[in-house]
């Protein structure tokens, strides 16, 4: 298991190439924001997300404040809080994450690998998780907070977030969430 964790370890060093001038940890953060929804996309869950200190965290979401790519918006509840949005340039600068090369590689496998490999890994990412006491983050389609309404008469589905206690757009559902539970099925 040794070379399968050195192996993990390795695209994991290949998929951060330095394009566009950002670091692999400027990336890292860039692309969580682009993916978190938004009772996520805080100071403290991406540090939480990225097991790494508020510190650390803060310096590289300031660097890309300070770019321009994110953009800082107060709490109007809580003004030390804090949420963070991609801004245009930081979409545009997301298009051409070099990220995307692992995504194609994984996309080329066969799709009964793909779900099998999704599986194993999401395994050995929540024990390590667990292991760390960290939040185990997933999408709302597949937590236990999500509520289905039935379709309405214009055959959209409407969901909620019983946890947060918000409704959830069908496109947001596969965005990352720091108040993931897996849901029992």
């Known amino acids: 298991m040794m070379k399968a964790a050195e192996m993990i370890a390795r695209l994991g060093r290949l998929s951060h190439g330095q ?29 939480d997300y990225h097991a790494t200190t508020r510190g650390t965290a803060s310096q590289t979401v300031k660097s890309l404040v300070t770019q321009g790519l994110l953009i800082r918006t107060r709490s109007k509840s809580d003004r030390r809080s804090a949420r963070f949005d991609l801004s245009e340039r930081g979409r545009v600068v997301h298009t051409q994450d070099p990220f995307e090369d692992l995504v194609r590689a994984t996309a080329e496998l066969p799709q009964d690998l793909q779900a099998e490999l999704h599986a194993a890994l999401e395994r050995v990412t929540s024990r390590m998780a667990r292991e760390r006491q ?52």
């Open 19 to 47: 394009g566009c001038g950002l670091t692999p940890a400027q990336w890292t953060a860039l692309r969580y924001f682009a993916y978190a929804n938004r009772f996520s996309r805080t100071l403290s869950a991406f540090a």
């Open 134 to 185: 960290k939040p185990p983050f997933g999408n709302c389609r597949n937590c236990l907070h999500l509520e289905e309404y039935l379709p309405r008469e214009d055959n959209v589905t409407d969901y909620f977030c019983r946890k947060e206690d918000k409704p959830i757009v069908e496109s947001r559902l596969e965005e990352i969430c720091i108040e993931y539970e897996p849901s029992a099925g």
